[in-house]
């Protein structure tokens, strides 16, 4: 179903696959690269993108080494962590209003148009 056109280390002009290329981008070589430069000339800029990374104790050097854990650990278990279980009292995240009634929308205009009226007669 994956055509290697996809996939970093094509090159459109000759039409061929480099697969040291794709390689590197695997294991995390090109944000090694990137970590390296940004740590050389800009100090601010890396503790703002790479603080995560800082904090778990992960250098560029060590980024390769992270990946090849992480690609052993799924091959002698590929089955997926269990999710945990969120409390029962937990309500799920509501980024939108509730809906209301036709009688609270009411009362809602209702309240405005007082609050308004009394703005009104109070300048």
């Keep these: 179903p994956h055509n290697c056109k996809r996939f970093p280390g094509f090159d459109g002009e000759?039409?061929?696959f480099n697969a040291e290329v794709h390689r590197e981008h695997i294991f995390g070589q090109?944000?090694?690269?990137y970590m390296k430069t940004l740590q050389e000339e800009d100090q601010d800029a890396f503790q703002?993108?790479?603080?995560?990374f800082v904090k778990?104790?992960?250098?560029a050097d060590g980024l390769?080494?992270?990946?090849?854990?992480?690609?052993?650990?799924?091959?002698?278990d590929p089955s997926p962590k269990a999710k945990k279980e969120q409390p029962a009292d937990k309500k799920p995240k509501r980024f939108g209003r509730k809906k209301l009634s036709r009688e609270q929308r009411a009362n809602r205009v209702a309240q405005k148009k007082a609050s308004f009226m009394h703005k009104v007669k109070n300048q």
Excluded: C, L
């Excluded at 090109?30 to 690269?33: A, M």
């Design 14 to 16: 000759s039409k061929e």
């Design 30 to 33: 090109h944000v090694s690269n």
């Design 48 to 52: 703002r993108q790479f603080s995560g």
């Design 56 to 59: 778990a104790g992960v250098t």
């Design 64 to 76: 390769e080494g992270m990946y090849t854990k992480a690609h052993a650990a799924i091959r002698a």
